[in-house]
């Protein structure tokens, strides 16, 4: 599981919260969210783009199958005939990201059925809170985000990116139910 540094755990949770069978929920979101990720990765893998309406996984949380994994870096080792992790770090021009690079492939590859649950059989993001707080927010304070409604939503985590407008004691104060 992938866990950027400003996701915060809501609810407790066991492995058997995450998979359904042998394969596990992902984040998803339209891939016109931050559609330049997908493009980038598209050229990357050598693909055509997703539409910009279409479901993908999203970033963190996020669980990723190490088999995907190895599979992606050695695609681009063969297609660039050169480390992927180098490859990648020299080539951001493409605006790739680890999540879409691995959505993108694992489709491709036909492997993603195998060791993920399709968007389509779960109803909701499980993994993602809705009141997730991005660099987009326009909201002014924290009064519309109630503990009590995150604690009632499915989801596990809640992400609070550090380009939000929100001081790092405002984040505390808000979620100190989760993170004390």
Known sequence: MLLDADV????????????????????YGKAKICYDWPK?????????PVGSD???????????????VKNLLDYIY???????????????????SEYTLYYLYAVKSKMFHTFHVPIHEYPSNVLLSKYSLWRESTDDDLTRIRVEDIIQENAYFLVVQSTSKFTPGEIGRKFAYFIT
């Open 78 to 96: 063969r297609r660039y005939d050169v480390r992927a992790e180098e490859f990648l770090l020299r080539n951001t021009q493409y605006h790739w």
């Open 8 to 27: 915060i755990c809501c609810k407790k949770f066991t492995q058997e919260s995450f998979f359904q069978g042998n394969r596990s929920v992902i984040s």
């Open 40 to 48: 980038g990765s598209a050229l990357v893998l050598g693909i055509p």
């Open 54 to 68: 279409d479901l993908i996984m999203t970033i963190t949380p996020n669980i990723f199958a190490k088999e995907i």
